[in-house]
């Protein structure tokens, strides 16, 4: 027997949700009236700002002595910081991702801290550990002698933490560390260990496990996730501001310098700094979409082979 076409309506094919053009162009619009307000007109006003007094002027005030100095130093606290934080990830991400353990809850809690606590009570808090009043001072200033083996007698002495390099790395440490672990863990999570599983049951080691079988799996995620973290290293300002002790040309990074060259109403020099931070946050989305591009590409790869 023949089937029976039978006709669908023409008002049961619409989608429930369909709401009328009038309205869809009035939320695009809304959008990018907000975009353009908060997010594109402020970045052209400062590179306008940076370039006012003309290009000499310009040039002059990214090289000059002190703003080196705090590029300098900006860029040596994220080159140190990244790797800590990509190290701490991939370990907070396996062990959150991979196995079961008391706790659990509480470290993926732990893990968000810094989303929830502003990042200058992470400073003040470095400050009361490791300032002149904390409890650490005396083993800073004075250290303490211990006994040890083949060398007797030795002073063990704190390095300077606050108001000096040590402090700004463990202040933007402490802000930066959920990146790179709340990138990886949902992933982790959804691949599960059955390519793990299968590759320790054929002989391989953890270590050929990780680097042949879960980097590869990881890579988008983890350069995602390294990204966001240099990213915000170098424009972290709350807890950086509260242990550098704010010396020029010794503990300012680039967001420090700025401020204070706002503060002394060189407004030119200050954009010309600013400018510099928001290439790098350009830079940063333009890296952003290639890495999600080619994400994409690899998923359709995958799945097509």
């Not at 594109?40 to 310009?58: D, I, Y």
């Not at 990244?82 to 470290?107: C, D, E, M, T, Y």
């Not at 704190?158 to 202040?171: E, H, R, S, T, Y």
């Not at 390519?195 to 042949?212: D, M, N, Y």
């Amino acid at each position: 027997m023949a089937a029976v076409s039978v006709p669908v309506p023409r008002r049961a094919l619409r989608a429930p949700t369909t709401e009328p053009a009038w309205m869809k162009w009035t939320l695009v619009g809304l959008a990018l009236l907000f975009l353009l307000s908060f997010l594109l007109l402020p970045l052209v006003l400062v590179f306008t700002e940076a370039l006012r007094s003309g290009l000499p002027t310009f040039l002059k005030a990214i090289t000059d002595r002190d703003a080196l100095a705090a590029i300098r130093l900006t860029l040596v606290v994220t080159a140190i910081v990244v790797p800590l934080n990509l190290i701490f990830g991939i370990a907070a991400a396996w062990a959150v991702s991979k196995h079961r353990f008391p706790g659990k809850r509480i470290l993926v809690s732990l893990i968000d801290l810094p989303f929830a606590v502003s990042p200058v009570v992470a400073g003040l808090v470095f400050m009361l550990i490791f300032g002149r009043q904390g409890w650490a001072w005396p083993l800073i200033d004075e250290g303490w002698r211990v006994h040890l083996p083949l060398l007797g007698d030795t002073l063990i002495q704190l390095p300077k933490i606050v108001f000096a390099l040590p402090g700004i790395v463990l202040a933007t440490t402490f802000v930066t560390f959920p990146f790179i672990a709340r990138e990886l863990m949902p992933l982790m999570e959804q691949q599960g260990s059955d390519e793990e599983l299968a590759a320790l049951s054929l002989g391989a080691s953890g270590w050929q496990t990780f680097w042949r079988v879960t980097l590869p799996n990881i890579r988008w995620a983890l350069l995602y996730g390294v990204l966001l973290c240099a990213a915000r290293s170098m424009g972290e300002f709350g807890a950086v501001s509260v242990v550098s002790g704010h010396i020029r040309g010794r503990t300012n990074t680039l967001p420090l310098h700025v401020e204070i060259l706002y503060n002394e109403y060189a407004y030119s020099a200050a954009f010309a700094a600013a400018s510099l931070l928001a290439l790098s946050a350009l830079v940063t989305l333009a890296l952003k979409s290639w890495l999600e591009w080619r994400h994409g590409e690899a998923l359709a790869a995958r799945h097509r082979h």
